[in-house]
């Protein structure tokens, strides 16, 4: 308790532009150092807000990569807990590797694509461009996210098949996950814009083949940034 206190005790506010990664990297070196010791329980989401001066919901996403990287635990009822001081090799989400993630999208969601340009209705190919439009005005983070979700899940629906969209649905928590990392850790938010804007646009001409290869790049990109991830965490953990 006196580690937390006075970890407590010696903080300022944060005032830059990106205050989730900041919170996110101030916490995360607080337990890397050992000033938060495994065993610790963090303070409550409006503590820390209050701590750092910033909204709960800034909170909420740096508290959510924690976990993601390992580093922390929240239960149902009693709050967060450091649960390592080492980021290990692999990430995980919630209840989902992020390898397995990685590995299995693409053979899901290209064909998907591919699928959606020749199926897809009237009324899903507005919504598509229109869920694009809410994502490249959004400033909440975590309303982005949602979005996001939305737009994949609606590619797998367009595309008519009911074991890709069994897949993608199923998938989502852990896709939410994935994308608030990376969007963290890899600043991926204006670039997965304009990536989804050409899966949207393939899709709504119903051209197939650039679909298939629009959405390969995106989930590439993602794959890099997430593997960028783990080898600056790795890294970090030999510092």
């Known amino acids: 308790m006196s580690e937390l206190t006075d970890w407590l005790s010696d903080r300022i506010p944060f005032s830059r532009k990106n205050a989730a990664e900041a919170v996110f990297e101030d916490l995360r070196s607080a337990i890397l150092s050992g000033r938060l010791p495994v065993g610790t329980r963090l303070p409550s989401e409006s503590k820390l807000a209050e701590h750092y001066a910033v909204s709960r919901p800034i909170i909420r996403e740096a508290m959510r990569s924690l976990q993601t990287l390992g580093l922390t635990r929240s239960g149902s009822g009693s709050g967060s807990f450091v649960i390592s001081d080492r980021q290990g090799p692999q990430l995980d989400y919630g209840d989902m590797p992020a390898r397995d ?110 679909a298939r290869a629009a959405m390969q790049l995106h989930l590439a990109e993602v794959d890099r940034a997430t593997s960028r991830i783990i080898s600056d965490q790795s890294a970090a953990n030999k510092d």
């Open 101 to 210: 993630l990685i590995e299995a999208r693409p053979h899901i969601e290209i064909p998907t694509a591919g699928w959606a340009a020749l199926r897809r209705s009237d009324a899903q190919a507005n919504r598509m461009l229109a869920l694009c439009d809410q994502m490249e005005r959004q400033e909440n983070p975590q309303r982005w996210v949602q979005l996001d979700s939305d737009f994949h899940c609606l590619i797998a629906e367009a595309a008519n098949n009911t074991l890709f969209h069994q897949f993608v649905t199923g998938s989502r928590g852990a896709m939410m996950r994935q994308s608030q990392l990376v969007n963290l850790l890899a600043d991926r938010r204006p670039k997965s814009d304009i990536e989804h804007r050409r899966i949207a646009l393939a899709i709504v001409e119903g051209r197939a083949e650039d």
